[in-house]
């Protein structure tokens, strides 16, 4: 399960109450008072989007289920999706390439069209580089298939976790894209869809920014 946060910048608190309002005003039969409190709710929105002030706050909590990357990202995925930025310090192992592969299949699907992935994460200093940097190279290789081009870089210094998208829209995951558990077997629910995947606690922090910078 998780509970929405309370990170609301004040535009966008005044805009949910404001709309609230309306639709208790509808709810009532009192249409004029309500069409004037939607028209100011819906003004005060697009002014929070327009000052690039928005921000949600998702808090999913440990082994909470359905927070597959779809469900997660969707809302914010639209035909003007077509550059994305991911900064990930840990893209290393077998199943965090497992999930990165995953967070790209998501990518070249309708009605995104993406054409470039842009990649910033960490090497492994162990015996998985080779594996690491192998993997990586295989996903570059098949999203070329499809058209989108994955630009890999690699950074010692990494620690910040996030993910733009030229839309605007930019999320921060605390865990980054390695929040779900360890399935419990290989033909145990979950294990395929993400969605019935448990999760490790973590935060979700959502902005919506005019400019999308650019790693």
Sequence with gaps: MAK?????????????????????????????????????????????????????????????????????FQEYLNETVREVWIEDPYIRHTHQLYNFLRFCEMLIKKPCKVQTIHLLTSLDEGFGKAQQISGLEEIKASLRNHGVLLELEYSSSIHDREIRFNNGWMIK???????????????????????LRPCHETTVDIFHNRHTKKI
């Design 4 to 72: 929405p946060g309370t990170g609301l910048d004040p535009g966008g608190v005044a805009a949910a109450t404001v709309l609230k309002r309306a639709v208790e005003l509808d709810a009532e039969s009192r249409y004029p008072q309500a069409l004037v409190c939607y028209q100011e709710g819906i003004d005060l929105l697009l002014q929070v989007l327009k000052d690039g002030k928005y921000h949600k706050q998702i808090k999913i909590e440990e082994n909470a289920t359905g927070f597959s990357y779809e469900s997660l």
């Design 173 to 195: 995951i605390g865990r980054g894209l390695d929040y779900f558990k360890k399935p419990q077997g290989r033909f145990s629910l979950g294990y395929c869809d993400f969605d």
